[in-house]
T-cell receptor, first 112, second 114 residues
C-alpha cells in the first residue's frame, strides 16, 4: 500500500458524459501527478500540481482538467468522453515534486 | 525530450534463474531513473531509484540496477527469480527541471516458469 488513495476504483459511463476522478496523496506529500495508461499509448503523463499550483503539463486533452485543493487532494475532470478515453488513470504523489513518485491503485474508466 | 526504450516486450525465465531487464534512456542532462513493477490489476510499485552517487542501487524484493552513463542504460537485475516476481516492469526517466514528470518505457512482461 503506497498511501495514495484513488476513488472510484472502476467507472463505467457513456460517450459524451463527464466524470471526476479523485486522488488523496500520501500524508505530507505536496505534489500530485496524473497519468493515463492505455494499451496503445502506454503510460503517459498528463499533469502535475505542487501545493495547489500547476507545475507541469503533458499530453492532456483540452477536454480534461485538474486541480489540487488546499487539503492537497486532487481531482481530474474528464468531459465529453469518447471511447478512446477508456483507460486506467493513475495518480501519484511525491514529497517535494522533484523526487520519487508513489502511485495509487488507479481508476479504471470504461466509456461505452 | 526524454525517451525510454525497453527492448524486450516479454521475457521468460525459470524460477531460481537470474534476471536482467534492459532499459536505455535518452536525456540531455543527468537523469533521475526509476524502475516500477505492476502486477495485473494493480498500481505501480517503486522498486528502486537513481538520483546521483553510487551507480549500483539496491531496491526492494532483492532487485538492483546499475546506471551506466556511457551506455545510457539502467538495467534491472535479480540474482534468483521467484514465481511471485511475474509482473510487468517499467523503467522511467524523470526530468527534475520539469517537476520530475516521468517518461515511461513500454514495459517488459516477465513470466516465471517453474
Amino acid at each position: 500500500d503506497s498511501g495514495v488513495t484513488q476513488t472510484p476504483k472502476h467507472l463505467i459511463t457513456a460517450t459524451g458524459q463527464r466524470v471526476t476522478l479523485r486522488c488523496s496523496p500520501r500524508s505530507g506529500d505536496l505534489s500530485v501527478y496524473w497519468y493515463q495508461q492505455s494499451l496503445d499509448q502506454g503510460l503517459q503523463f498528463l499533469i502535475q500540481y505542487y501545493n495547489g499550483e500547476e507545475r507541469a503539463k503533458g499530453n492532456i486533452l483540452e477536454r480534461f482538467s485538474a486541480q489540487q485543493f488546499p487539503d492537497l487532494h486532487s481531482e481530474l475532470n474528464l468531459s465529453s468522453l469518447e471511447l478512446g478515453d477508456s483507460a486506467l488513470y493513475f495518480c501519484a504523489s511525491s514529497p517535494r515534486g522533484v523526487d520519487e513518485q508513489y502511485f495509487g491503485p488507479g481508476t479504471r474508466l470504461t466509456v461505452t | 525530450a526524454q525517451s525510454v526504450t525497453q527492448p524486450d516486450i516479454h521475457i521468460t525465465v525459470s524460477e531460481g534463474a537470474s534476471l536482467e531487464l534492459r532499459c536505455n534512456y535518452s536525456y540531455g542532462a543527468t537523469p533521475y531513473l526509476f524502475w516500477y513493477v505492476q502486477s495485473p490489476g494493480q498500481g505501480l510499485q517503486l522498486l528502486l531509484k537513481y538520483f546521483s552517487g553510487d551507480t549500483l542501487v539496491q531496491g526492494i524484493k532483492g532487485f538492483e540496477a546499475e546506471f551506466k552513463r556511457s551506455q545510457s542504460s539502467f538495467n534491472l537485475r535479480k540474482p534468483s527469480v521467484h514465481w511471485s516476481d511475474a509482473a510487468e516492469y517499467f523503467c522511467a526517466v524523470g526530468a527534475p527541471e520539469y517537476g520530475n514528470k516521468l517518461v515511461f518505457g513500454a514495459g517488459t512482461i516477465l513470466r516465471v516458469k517453474s
